[in-house]
T-cell receptor, first 115, second 111 residues
Framework: KAGVTQTPRYLIKTRGQQVTLSCSPI?????VSWYQQTPGQGLQFLFE???????NKGNFPGRFSGRQFSNSRSEMNVSTLELGDSALYLC??????????????FGPGTRLLVL | AQSVTQLGSHVSVSEGALVLLRCNYS??????LFWYVQYPNQGLQLLLK??????LVKGINGFEAEFKKSETSFHLTKPSAHMSDAAEYFC?????????FGSGTRLLVRP
C-alpha cells in the first residue's frame, strides 16, 4: 500500500497570505489527523477528522481550519499567515480512528516558511 | 490530564554501545504509549507501541521498550547502537484520537 502523501512538500508564503495543504491517507484509512511541528513548541495536535466530521481540535486560533472529503482526503487551511506559522505540518492517518490503541501513520510533512 | 515527559533532549553514545532513551508518563487510566522516530527531513515512523498485551514490547530496527507501571516509565532501549540510529525519538500517549508527544530526544551516535 502507498503511504500517507502530502502536497506540496515545501511552501514559501508571505505574511497575510493564506495557504492550503493537502493530505491523502493510506488507502482504506478513514481517520486523518494534523500536527504542527516547530523547534520551540514541538509536536502539537491541530485537529482530527473521521468520516468528514471533525472529532477533536487542538488549541490553535480560528485561522487554522480543515476539512475531510468523502474519499478521506483532507485539507488544512491557514489564513492570514503569521511568521510564527512557519513549521512542518504533518498529516497522519489511521484505519478507523477507534482511539486508544490504533497506530497513526505519518506522511513526510509539508514544510511551510512564512516570510 | 495524560502526558509524557522525555528526560534528556540530547543523548550521545558510541557505535556499539547501549542506547537508553527515557520516557515517563502521567495517566489516571492505563495508557497506550508509542515511540516514533524522525529522520532528518522526514515524517514520523512508528518504532513500537504498548497496548497492555505485554509489558516488554519489541519494535523495528532492534529497539524495544518495557512498560513499568510502578515507575510510570516506558523507556526505549537498543543493545548496540548503529550509526543509522542517529535521529530524533518521540514518546507519545494517545488521548481522544490525538497523540500527545514528549519534547523529543535527539540521539547522536559517535563512530
Amino acid at each position: 500500500k502507498a503511504g500517507v502523501t502530502q502536497t506540496p512538500r515545501y511552501l514559501i508564503k508571505t505574511r497575510g497570505q493564506q495557504v492550503t495543504l493537502s493530505c491523502s491517507p493510506i488507502s482504506g484509512h478513514r481517520s486523518v489527523s494534523w500536527y504542527q511541528q516547530t523547534p520551540g513548541q514541538g509536536l502539537q495536535f491541530l485537529f482530527e477528522y473521521f468520516s468528514e466530521t471533525q472529532r477533536n481540535k487542538g488549541n490553535f486560533p480560528g485561522r487554522f481550519s480543515g476539512r475531510q472529503f468523502s474519499n478521506s482526503r483532507s485539507e488544512m487551511n491557514v489564513s492570514t499567515l503569521e511568521l510564527g506559522d512557519s513549521a512542518l505540518y504533518l498529516c497522519a492517518s489511521s484505519p478507523s480512528g477507534s482511539g486508544r490503541e490504533e497506530t497513526q501513520y505519518f506522511g513526510p510533512g509539508t514544510r511551510l516558511l512564512v516570510l | 490530564a495524560q502526558s509524557v515527559t522525555q528526560l534528556g533532549s540530547h543523548v550521545s553514545v558510541s557505535e556499539g554501545a547501549l542506547v537508553l532513551l527515557r520516557c515517563n508518563y502521567s495517566s489516571s487510566v492505563p495508557p497506550y504509549l508509542f515511540w516514533y522516530v524522525q529522520y532528518p527531513n522526514q515524517g514520523l515512523q512508528l518504532l513500537l507501541k504498548y497496548t497492555s498485551a505485554a509489558t516488554l514490547v519489541k519494535g523495528i530496527n532492534g529497539f524495544e521498550a518495557e512498560f513499568k507501571k510502578s515507575e510510570t516509565s516506558f523507556h526505549l532501549t537498543k543493545p548496540s547502537a548503529h550509526m543509522s540510529d542517529a535521529a530524533e525519538y518521540f514518546c507519545a500517549v494517545i488521548v481522544s484520537y490525538k497523540l500527545i508527544f514528549g519534547s523529543g530526544t535527539r540521539l547522536l551516535v559517535r563512530p
